[in-house]
T-cell receptor, first 114, second 115 residues
Framework: QQQVKQSPQSLIVQKGGISIINCAYE??????FPWYQQFPGKGPALLIA?????SEKKEGRFTISFNKSAKQFSLHIMDSQPGDSATYFC?????????????FGKGTSLLVTP | NAGVTQTPKFQVLKTGQSMTLQCAQD?????MYWYRQDPGMGLRLIYY???????DKGEVPNGYNVSRLNKREFSLRLESAAPSQTSVYFC??????????????FGEGSWLTVV
């Protein structure tokens, strides 16, 4: 099973600041590393994902940075807004099921203060 | 286009009772999943179905059974509920694409309490 370690567990950022969440994984055999965003009472929703053949992917205020040699990837939220307050999960494909399912980190609870 | 639909949304069971969580997707996805979410534990895979006609165990399958009824539907059954199965259950589906990998889409969740 692919272990996915996520940090920090919780994060408080002022409006307009940069939120950074980190994730480390073990197995590089697969091709897809996503971040999910979850609001209270809702299911996780795909936020942004990266393939390991690129080092960075940006979508609006959200950027994934990928370091294949260190087996790490991170989520940066630029100009953080109160509406970004949610729980964020990184994930990596599980080699024990041929990468069909994702293994998730334990989540980071982000609070953006006004 | 509803995506992934789960029923029921809320359920309270007594220890030892059985119940089935229903899930259906309308995105013509090949693969379907059941995850559970507990505080501080993230999302853990219970069972998955890579394609119609196949099911496999995930990380935490004990106490659960699944049925892939057809391409659209994937149900999760608790035969004899235990308090340790109090959790939020998420059904999900995915399709593997060369350009974007195996994108998983989640339902809204089913809150289950076993007393």
């Amino acid at each position: 099973q692919q272990q996915v370690k996520q940090s920090p567990q919780s994060l408080i950022v002022q409006k307009g600041g940069i939120s950074i969440i980190n994730c480390a994984y073990e197995n590089t055999a697969f091709d897809y590393f996503p971040w999910y965003q979850q609001f209270p009472g809702k299911g996780p929703a795909l936020l942004i994902a990266i393939r390991p053949d690129v080092s960075e992917k940006k979508e609006g205020r959200f950027t994934i940075s990928f370091n294949k040699s260190a087996k790490q990837f991170s989520l940066h939220i630029m100009d953080s807004q109160p509406g970004d307050s949610a729980t964020y999960f990184c994930a990596a494909p599980d080699p024990s099921n041929s990468g069909y399912a994702l293994n998730f980190g334990k989540g980071t609870s982000l609070l953006v203060t006004p | 286009n509803a995506g992934v639909t789960q029923t029921p949304k809320f359920q309270v069971l007594k220890t030892g009772q059985s119940m089935t969580l229903q899930c259906a997707q309308d995105m013509n996805h090949n693969s379907m999943y059941w995850y559970r979410q507990d505080p501080g534990m993230g999302l853990r895979l219970i069972y998955y179905s890579a394609s119609e006609g196949t099911t496999d165990k995930g990380e935490v399958p004990n106490g659960y059974n699944v049925s892939r009824l057809n391409k659209r539907e994937f149900s999760l059954r608790l035969e004899s509920a235990a308090p340790s199965q109090t959790s939020v259950y998420f059904c999900a589906s995915s399709i593997r694409q060369a350009s974007s990998g195996n994108t998983i889409y989640f339902g809204e969740g089913s809150w289950l309490t076993v007393v």
